[in-house]
């Protein structure tokens, strides 16, 4: 079944197999039944509580709130599942000093008690600066922990050089797509950086603290995960341009970008990576590892797909409930689209 949408993007289920798409153009968060039936629209454009001025990120955590943030007003939303407002949190004001003001994306955090909690993928650590090079931020972490109402840190972890960001597009471009991550069932996070160089990271707590990432192998389809290029060679739909401040251009064209990190229904985890070249086209490939981070197989979903690129963003990314092997894919290749995918699959290296 086919959604059209104007910019969805963010895609989350309920507990009961509703689907809630949030939509970046008309500033607002549709719910579908699992059948595909229109529930309820959540929010509009404005800046009143329970409205938008953008879309950034979307979830919902272990008690069914859906939880939403908006970047230009600085703002995490609580609503409950009808719509309604349950809090609103300023990134800036009401959250501990040296949380994230611009998280790139939130995952719903293993329970605390009957409390849920949240986890944020930061994207400010490794922000180009307004001089003419990068500036490196030393020790910045990717990921903060927060419990029901965002006023606690429950901890940061994961060292931003993590990343590999050795250049001046490589940085912008992990600024605005740091990657994709997913809270598993047994609490640890998973991680892919955007630029996908075959690696996967695996985070676990101990004693109250989280532990160094541990590294799993998992299959780049090239060596080279993306290229750049003089500024005047820029060419339109096939390369991404960056201006700084400065008026500095960077240009480029990424080759490999994580587009979506699952685990599913028997506890393995699905990582989906999006890959485009100009002579052999774009490709949506899968990799499937066990609950320990082992690779078990990989294998090419789509191929054929449009490699055009007009955001720092895979041109399909997969969405999906933790736990769950439906998942939902997100189609910016031509008219936007949300396309429902089952995944089944067998043991085997492809």
Do not use: C
Not at 18 to 23: G, L, Q, S, T
Not at 210 to 217: G, I, T
């Amino acid at each position: 079944m086919d959604y059209l949408f104007g910019d969805p993007v963010a895609v989350a289920t309920d507990g009961e197999g509703n689907i809630y798409v949030a939509d970046e153009q008309s500033l607002d968060i549709r719910v579908f039944s699992a059948e595909g039936d229109h529930l309820r629209t959540i929010g509009a454009e404005g800046e009143g509580p329970g409205e938008f001025q953008s879309i950034r990120a979307m979830t919902i955590n272990e008690v069914g709130e859906l939880v939403v943030f908006d970047f230009t007003q600085r703002r995490i939303t609580r609503f409950q599942p009808s719509g309604e407002v349950i809090e609103t949190h300023s990134t800036v004001e009401d959250m501990p000093d040296g949380a994230p003001g611009d998280p790139a994306s939130l995952e719903p955090g293993p329970p605390v008690g009957d409390e849920p909690s949240h986890v944020l993928l930061d994207q400010d650590s490794y922000a180009m600066g307004a001089g003419e090079t990068r500036v490196d931020v030393e020790g910045g972490e990717l990921f903060y922990a927060y419990g029901p109402d965002f006023e606690e840190e429950m901890g940061r972890f994961g060292s931003d050089g993590l990343l590999e960001l050795p250049d001046e597009f490589a940085a912008l471009f992990g600024t605005l797509h740091p990657g994709t991550f997913e809270v598993a069932s047994d609490g640890a996070v998973w991680f892919a950086p955007g630029l996908y160089r075959g690696t996967v990271y695996h985070f676990e707590m101990a004693n109250g603290r989280w532990r160094e990432a541990v590294e799993r192998d998992g299959m780049a389809r090239t060596e080279e995960y993306y290229t750049t290029l003089d500024a005047a060679d820029f060419d339109p739909g096939r390369h991404l341009r960056f201006q700084t401040r400065v008026d500095e251009e960077f240009v480029g064209r990424p080759h490999l970008m994580s587009a979506g990190l699952h685990e599913l229904a028997d506890g393995r985890l699905a990582h989906f990576s999006f890959y485009s070249n100009d002579d052999e086209g774009a490709a949506l490939a899968l990799e499937l590892f066990d609950a320990r981070g082992r690779l078990l197989g990989y294998d090419t979903l789509e191929e054929g797909l449009s490699g055009a690129l007009t955001l720092p963003l895979p041109p399909i990314e997969v969405a999906a409930a933790r736990g769950q092997d439906r998942l939902y894919v997100i189609d910016r290749g031509g008219a936007p689209v949300v396309r429902v995918m089952e995944l089944s699959y067998e043991i085997g290296q492809k």
